[in-house]
């Protein structure tokens, strides 16, 4: 794949077959390269929407960013390339596609495949910590399933430098933690929040604010309002963690590596990711 890193690419390198999804900004295609006959997913960007959007700076950012992440956990991006209209990412193609349709055909996960996940997550963000990187969009759209049923992170359309402390609010704020709905200073503890949210939804089959108007997630994430349904396929150890990682206060947070010590991800993740 390193020779895919290098050369100058143009849409006459691939063989482009099905639509995969639409994706931030543009459609994703299933693509083969015809010389080496690499699977990969290719999305197609508009120039006139990045230009309009005004997030030609973020994708040149995120191009940057991306070329230095190697983690079995975060989708690659092998390059890109442009003609006159367009902007091509060169993606490494997730075989079994999108979490967030897996997770609405099963309403909910195990424990076992939960835990899992988030221990994979656990494990890509303390990588993408240690390369100053913090996340800031875990949830469920983001996420892809690789063909031996890894995750997969698979959108940085938002990641940043923790030197760069900007903050655009957009999307859904399911997944926002007290200090980003108040849009006050961050740090790496923003993507402990949203873990936390998505291990309840992996567990609940909804986020844990969930509300019919966005007033009222924003009350409930302020509150913490954090409540565990009676469900008897989701253990005290579970609820345990989920409440570690919902503090409001960002510096008494679970950190990272505390989960992938904590007894519910010990006994329920599997090893192998
Ligand atoms: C490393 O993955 C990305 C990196 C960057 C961006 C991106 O658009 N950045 C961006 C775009 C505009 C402005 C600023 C940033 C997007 C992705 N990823 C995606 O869009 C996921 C495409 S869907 C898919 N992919 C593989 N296998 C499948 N089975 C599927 Br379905």
């Given at each position: 794949?390193?020779?895919?890193?290098?050369?100058r690419?143009?849409?006459?390198d691939?063989?482009i077959?099905?639509?995969?999804?639409?994706?931030?900004?543009?459609?994703?295609?299933?693509?083969?390269?015809?010389?080496?006959s690499?699977?990969?997913?290719?999305?197609?960007?508009?120039?006139?929407?990045?230009?309009?959007?005004?997030?030609?700076?973020?994708?040149r950012?995120?191009?940057?960013?991306?070329?230095?992440?190697?983690?079995?956990?975060?989708?690659?991006?092998?390059?890109?390339?442009?003609?006159?209209?367009?902007?091509?990412?060169?993606?490494?193609?997730?075989?079994?596609?999108?979490?967030?349709?897996?997770?609405?055909?099963?309403?909910?996960?195990?424990?076992?495949?939960?835990?899992?996940?988030?221990?994979?997550?656990?494990?890509?963000?303390?990588?993408?910590?240690?390369?100053?990187?913090?996340?800031?969009?875990?949830?469920?759209?983001?996420?892809?399933?690789?063909?031996?049923?890894?995750?997969?992170?698979a959108?940085?359309?938002?990641?940043?430098?923790?030197?760069?402390?900007?903050?655009?609010?957009?999307?859904?704020?399911d997944?926002?933690?007290?200090e980003?709905?108040?849009?006050?200073?961050?740090?790496?503890?923003?993507?402990?929040?949203?873990?936390?949210?998505?291990?309840?939804?992996?567990?609940?089959?909804?986020?844990?604010?969930?509300?019919?108007?966005?007033?009222?997630?924003?009350?409930?994430?302020?509150?913490?309002?954090?409540?565990?349904?009676?469900?008897?396929?989701?253990?005290?150890?579970?609820?345990?963690?989920?409440?570690?990682?919902?503090?409001?206060?960002?510096?008494?947070?679970?950190?990272?590596?505390?989960?992938?010590?904590?007894?519910?991800?010990?006994?329920?993740?599997?090893?192998?990711?």
């Amino acid at each position: 794949v390193s020779a895919v890193e290098k050369k100058r690419w143009t849409l006459n390198d691939f063989d482009i077959g099905k639509p995969l999804g639409r994706g931030k900004f543009g459609h994703v295609y299933l693509a083969r390269e015809k010389k080496s006959s690499h699977i990969v997913a290719l999305k197609v960007l508009f120039k006139s929407q990045l230009k309009q959007s005004q997030v030609e700076h973020q994708l040149r950012r995120e191009v940057e960013i991306q070329s230095h992440l190697r983690h079995p956990n975060i989708l690659r991006l092998y390059g890109y390339f442009y003609d006159q209209t367009r902007v091509y990412l060169i993606l490494e193609y997730a075989a079994k596609g999108e979490l967030y349709k897996e997770l609405q055909k099963c309403k909910y996960f195990s424990e076992k495949r939960a835990a899992t996940y988030i221990s994979s997550l656990a494990q890509a963000l303390i990588y993408c910590h240690g390369k100053h990187v913090i996340h800031r969009d875990i949830k469920p759209e983001n996420l892809l399933i690789g063909a031996q049923g890894e995750l997969k992170i698979a959108d940085f359309g938002w990641s940043v430098h923790t030197f760069n402390r900007r903050q655009t609010m957009c999307g859904t704020l399911d997944y926002l933690p007290p200090e980003m709905v108040e849009s006050i200073e961050h740090d790496a503890s923003v993507d402990i929040w949203s873990l936390g949210v998505l291990c309840y939804e992996f567990l609940y089959g909804v986020p844990p604010f969930e509300a019919k108007e966005h007033s009222d997630t924003y009350r409930r994430i302020i509150k913490v309002d954090l409540k565990f349904p009676p469900k008897p396929t989701v253990s005290s150890a579970a609820k345990d963690l989920i409440s570690q990682m919902l503090v409001k206060d960002s510096s008494q947070r679970l950190l990272l590596h505390k989960v992938l010590e904590h007894p519910w991800i010990v006994q329920n993740a599997d090893p192998s990711g």
